[in-house]
Structure formats: C-alpha cells, structure tokens
C-alpha cells in the first residue's frame, strides 16, 4: 500500500522560531503538495513539487526523490502558522488523485 | 466567485436516513472529489469525477452515492446512514488532473450519525 508518514505528529513552538516538518513516502511519486488546514477547517494548497525546492515568503519546502522524502520549513514563526499541515503525493494516473498524510498540527505560542 | 461552496455546513442524521451534500464549484473546473476527514486519519477519497457526467469511485466508496449532472456541482449521497459515516465531508475541484494540480477546497461539512 502506498503511505504517506508525517512527523512529527503535533509540534509546539515559540514565536520566531525555525520551524521543519518532514514527509516521507514508499514509492516513487510524480509529485508532492503541502497543504495547510486552517483551526476554522479550511484547507489551501501551499506548495505543489516533484523536484527541487519552492519558496513562498517565509515558507520553504524541498523534495529529495531519491531519498523519498519532503520538507516544510517556516522561518521566523509566528502564531498565526498554528495549523495543520498536511502532505499529500500523486503517484500519476490521469485523475490526478493525491495520497495524503495525518498531518502535522503546529502550535507557535507567542 | 466564491470558489468551491458546501451546503450544508453541519448536519445530524439518525441511523438509516437519508442525506445528499452538495459541492459548487463557480471556476469551470473539470475535476471534482469528495473527501473524508477523521481523527488521526489523513483525508480519504470517496468518489471523484473526471467531467460532466463521469464519476468513478475513490479509496473508501461504500455506502456512498455521487452524481455530476451539471459541471459544477458534485451531489454526494448517503441512502441509509450510518454511525461510521460520521466525520467531515471535503469537497474539491481542479482544473486539470496533471501530478500538479491544485486542488481547491470546500469549507466542509460536518456530518454525525447517531
């Protein structure tokens, strides 16, 4: 069965802080999003990757193929992060159908 | 444009009654899922469908039933709840199903059975 393990599962951080969340999948993928679950429930894509790296303001996340393996970074945290955040990869096909992760609820306390 | 909307937003059934969500989406989109979400379980594909007319089923379709007359709305039915269909139902849309599709969502809803 493909799977999608996030970790950590629950993360507490202080305000200002580095921040990584880590996404690691079983077989080879076409590509990787991040998507970010807001307390209300919302959930927007942030990031969609199938090699390299993708930045958007304090947001940084990478893909390593060969190592099977994502990460979501957030520089200089802020309270407003806290949310879940969840990794989900599309093995190809034509539906375009993801796979997604537990997530990883982030708690930044100011 | 109001994205992908989700009517109703909470709802309460009783054991063997009967419900239909409704998902709009006002982008033209060709894609549309349906999703559930339960605690400590990533987002699970119910149904999903590949344009007007088409649907095809997902990783957890039992005991659900979809239909895509029209492109924009996706209507996902429940003909006899069930306690374990209690969770929050998503709704998405996508434009293209390439492996770098952005799908965007609905605001939920949150469904119990009792």
């Known amino acids: 069965k493909n799977e999608v393990e996030q970790s950590p599962q629950n993360l507490t951080a202080q305000e200002g802080e580095f921040i990584t969340i880590n996404c690691s999948y079983s077989v080879g993928i076409s590509a990787l999003h991040w998507l970010q679950q807001h307390p209300g429930g919302g959930i927007v894509s942030l990031f969609m990757l199938s090699s390299g790296k993708k930045k958007h303001g304090r947001l940084i996340a990478t893909i390593n193929i060969q190592e099977k393996h994502s990460s979501l970074h957030i520089t200089a945290s802020h309270p407003r992060d806290s949310a879940v955040y969840i990794c989900?990869?599309?093995?190809?096909?034509?539906?375009?159908?993801?796979?997604f992760g537990k997530g990883t609820k982030l708690s930044v306390k100011p | 444009n109001a994205g992908v909307t989700q009517t109703p937003k909470f709802r309460v059934l009783k054991t063997g009654q009967s419900m239909t969500l409704l998902c709009a989406q006002d982008m033209n989109h060709e894609y549309m899922y349906w999703y559930r979400q339960d605690p400590g379980m990533g987002l699970r594909l119910i149904h999903y469908s590949v344009g007007e007319g088409t649907t095809a089923k997902g990783e957890v379709p039992d005991g659900y039933n979809v239909s895509r007359l029209k492109k924009q709305n996706f209507l996902l039915g429940l003909e006899s709840a069930a306690p374990s269909q209690t969770s929050v139902y998503f709704c998405a849309s996508s434009s293209y199903s390439g492996p770098l599709n952005e799908q965007f969502f609905g605001p939920g809803t949150r469904l119990t059975v009792l």
């Open positions: 989900a990869v599309n093995y190809g096909g034509s539906q375009g159908n993801l796979i």
